[in-house]
């Protein structure tokens, strides 16, 4: 699983980083920074979580 | 088409109003199926955004749907506009590229000690009366601590008699003269306080002491500086006092989600959540038109205003599945109490923590806390929360 972020939409509320610390990460100003652009296999239904979670859509995934 | 009287009732709609105020039940069920774009004659006339998806399409989208108008209704009637809310790119992103850095999730981690420490001292001092005001000792309390303490100020009763005037004497007309006199009071008192600072030259290290370094590098005016103190302690005060109180109301009226919250404390960040979903601290935040729209089928005029009712958004059942359920359960919560786009609140990492630890701690110091009158309490209006429990500490 791939995971991207549009950072023209991410407004930095860090529900993915909540739902997935190992994947999303925070910058200085609250904003997302992808920890790792491949999804290990163990983390794919928090990074789902995230996907569905961000209150932006700001979230993508493909296989 | 259904109910006659319904669709009256629509067209009065008032998001301020006590019976509406709950999102669900017929009302909402007939908006929601048949037009949940909706115009209402009061307050002057609105448009009314109920959908999650919509409501997120037009927050995202500033040039067409802007802020410098004013986002309240009805407004506060103020003059001062409320920065950096009630302002629109190129002045928008100046305001948002200087605060948002300064209330950052790594900025708010940084208060938990203290967040915890004044939460404990606040329960532990009510402990031993074997009942309290929950709302006036500790729900308006704990924001008071933590907005003063980020600004850089000296708490003062004199913040919460001037933001309630501002924002719940706005709904009664009746109280325009204490609104503007809330308004000169507050505005003098921060005056005074820049100027001394500025005079001194003393660097609080606190979000003043920023601002103050920003006017001095030309990035923001004086009178820019007044109008951002003077929105961030109404802003950082009612809000989340709201929401704390909704939580300890919740944790009062549902055993149930007490005791799992109590036996698995890894589920109070899923209990903030659902608090802010289902007891959204603001009803709505408006919009004008800039040009000639369309939306969902309706015909926007420039000048119009648009109400992004994000407490009804948040029971949307196309978003959320047992949209008026609280369900610790739900592992992705995309609500939009904060508001979704560029305007998204900037002090939500404060909130979510000021919310989780008063979850947390009165879980810990009084578990057993009970309504004095559950009959008469509900999450809204934020009025006195009575509760008793036993004057020994939980755990």
New interface residues.
């Given amino acids: 699983m791939k995971v991207s972020v549009d950072s023209d939409r991410c407004t930095g509320h860090a529900r993915c980083a909540d739902a997935c610390p190992s994947v999303f990460s925070s910058d200085d100003n609250g904003f997302t920074v992808l920890l790792v652009a491949d999804v290990p296999s163990a983390d794919e239904a928090a990074v789902l979580d995230a996907v569905a979670g961000c209150p932006e859509g700001a979230i993508s995934v493909s296989s | 088409m259904s109910d006659r009287p319904l669709l009256e009732r629509i067209s009065h709609y008032n998001h301020n109003a006590v019976d509406t105020r709950e999102p669900s039940g017929p009302l909402y069920d007939t908006i929601r199926a048949e037009c949940p774009v909706f115009h209402t004659d009061s307050y002057g006339g609105y448009w009314v955004v109920v959908g999650h998806e919509t409501l997120?399409q037009v927050a995202?989208d500033p040039e067409t749907f802007r802020s410098g108008s004013g986002s309240m209704i009805p407004p506060m009637g103020v003059v001062r506009r409320l920065l950096p809310m009630e302002s629109d790119p190129p002045d928008h992103p100046r305001f948002r590229d200087l605060l948002?850095?300064m209330?950052?999730?790594?900025q708010a981690k940084e208060l938990e000690p203290l967040v915890r420490k004044v939460a404990r001292e606040l329960l532990m001092g009510l402990l031993p009366s074997g009942q309290a005001d929950l709302n006036e000792a500790f729900a308006k309390q704990l924001p008071m601590h933590v907005i003063t303490r980020v600004l850089g100020l000296e708490r003062s009763q004199q913040f919460w008699d001037w933001t309630e005037t501002l924002i719940y004497g706005r709904l009664e007309a009746a109280s325009s003269d204490r609104i503007v006199e809330a308004a000169i009071g507050m505005l003098a008192y921060f005056e005074a306080l820049l100027a001394e600072r500025r005079e001194s030259g003393r660097h609080g290290h606190d979000v003043i002491g920023a601002l103050l370094d920003a006017e001095r590098d030309g990035v923001i005016s004086r009178s820019e500086t007044t109008d951002l103190c003077f929105f961030l302690l109404i802003a950082g005060l009612d809000n989340t006092a709201f929401a704390i109180r909704a939580s300890i109301w919740h944790l009062a009226t549902h055993p149930t989600d007490r005791e799992r919250l109590m036996l698995d404390p890894e589920l109070v960040?899923r209990g903030v959540e659902e608090v802010l979903r289902l007891y959204a601290p603001v009803p709505g935040l408006s919009r004008t038109v800039a040009a000639s729209t369309e939306l969902d089928g309706n015909e926007l005029e420039e000048g119009e205003r648009v109400l992004l009712a994000f407490g009804a958004a948040n029971r949307d059942g196309e978003a959320f599945e047992d949209p008026d359920v609280f369900r610790l359960d739900r592992?992705?919560?995309?609500?939009?109490a904060?508001g979704?786009?560029?305007h998204?609140c900037i002090g939500?990492?404060l909130a979510r923590l000021e919310l989780r630890v008063a979850i947390e701690e009165v879980l810990r110091i009084m578990p057993d806390l009970r309504l004095e009158r559950p009959e008469d309490t509900t999450w809204y209006p934020a009025e006195e929360l009575l509760v008793s429990f036993s004057t020994e500490p939980g755990r």
Avoid at chain 2, 103 to 106: E, I, M, N, T
């Fill in positions: 997120r995202r948002v850095p209330l950052s999730p790594g960040k592992r992705a919560n995309p609500h939009v904060f979704v786009g560029p998204r939500l990492h």
